[in-house]
């Protein structure tokens, strides 16, 4: 036989689908033996290999793997002692026994991070819905605050469009603010996690995102094509997914309390933006007239021309499926216990004011 049944992968597998049933009845246990325990130890593996091999591995992982896939395919069609009903049950199996493998791999590598307790219920975070009055009173707050530090970047010298695009992100600010959140709310620390750029830029965000995390070789990545502005934000979000937390709200208010901690004016006016939006998307939903008439007068000329900024650089990149990326990644967020899906991306509000309530951080 070409491809006999490999025993190590039956027994693998086998495992690998009785930790998932412990873990899916004891998430404590999955909190003390995986989070605190091998996780951190197979981040500080990845670490080192991506230490060794300065290049984005997930660059050289996904088309050598698709190539090694492809081979061993062909190697079954061509031989020329079999026939082609054979050949289909082998390919069949072949595919099958891939499949079974990288679902293992992810689970021992990623996926047991989603089996954990649940980081609001850890911290104490309330999700409830904002009502509509502090709604409109945390508008003229962060409106102010935006403001404020659109201004200090103004006093700096950033005043033209071509200057933020010269910026770049001081990415070990982001990795010392991402260290600072989990000694407060004792979490494992992490000196590094490696955060890559997708080539060539926009390729994410015409599929639907501006980053990922690659579970296979432990990298955060993010689209280069992101207005300079959104890339302190979406890279302490995908940094926060590389130390273990999975759900997509905790990782905005990660990314948010980062960010407005942080001692550079410009990484600080990346996260009261992405607040400020959400926020001003709250009230012009709760009541367009009145939400209209308070920006028109509020909202600085310096951070409406960021906006229209932002807006066409994302329309550089148009969709090419559109809605695609988003209904598959709901349904991979169910499939994982995550209910909201990718409604989850919307509770920063609600974990913000929770969070900032308990810690007072962004004020």
């Known amino acids: 036989m070409l491809f006999p049944v490999n025993k190590n992968l039956i027994y693998f597998c086998f495992f690998t689908f009785l930790v998932l049933i412990v873990c899916l009845f004891s998430p404590e246990f999955v ?27 997930f660059l050289i992982f996904i088309p050598s793997t698709l190539l090694w896939f492809g081979y061993k395919l062909a190697v079954i069609w061509r031989f020329k002692n079999t026939g082609y009903k054979k050949k289909w049950k082998r390919s069949t199996a072949f595919v099958f026994k891939v499949i079974l493998l990288v679902i293992c791999y992810f689970y021992w590598i990623w996926g047991l991070n989603y089996l954990r307790p649940s980081y609001e219920e850890s911290l104490e975070l309330r999700l409830e819905a904002v009502e509509m009055e502090r709604v409109f009173h945390l508008l003229e707050k962060w409106t102010e605050r935006v403001n404020a530090d659109r201004t200090i970047l103004t006093a700096l010298g950033y005043l033209e469009e071509s200057d933020l695009f010269d910026h770049r992100t001081n990415y070990p600010i982001l990795v010392e603010g991402l260290n600072n959140f989990l000694i407060k709310h004792d979490y494992p ?8 750029h997708w080539f060539p830029p926009g390729i994410l965000m015409r599929n639907g995102t501006a980053g990922m995390y690659f579970p296979f070789t432990g990298e955060s990545t993010i689209d280069p094509g992101l207005h300079p502005i959104q890339i302190p934000f979406t890279a302490a979000h995908e940094i926060g997914h ?4 999975t759900d997509e709200g905790f990782c905005n208010l990660l990314a948010l309390v980062i960010c407005l901690n942080s001692d550079d004016p410009f990484i600080r006016y990346s996260g009261s933006l992405v607040f400020w939006r959400h926020i001003a998307r709250a009230a012009r939903s709760l009541d367009y007239d009145r939400y209209a008439l308070f920006i028109d007068y509020a909202l600085s000329e310096w951070v409406r021309a960021d906006l229209h900024s932002i ?10 499926f559109s809605g695609l990326q988003r209904r598959l990644y709901h349904t991979y967020l169910r499939a994982h216990g995550v209910r909201e899906g990718v409604a989850s991306y919307n509770q920063l509000l609600m974990l913000a004011e929770s969070y900032f309530e308990l810690h007072g951080e962004g004020h």
């Open 31 to 57: 909190e003390i033996i995986y989070g605190q325990w091998i996780y951190p130890s197979l981040r500080l593996v990845m670490n080192t290999l991506l230490f060794i091999f300065p290049l984005p591995l």
């Open 189 to 196: 620390q992490y000196r590094e996690v490696p955060l890559r």
């Open 242 to 245: 590389g130390v273990g937390f």
């Open 311 to 320: 807006y066409a650089h994302r329309d550089r990149y148009p969709d090419w």
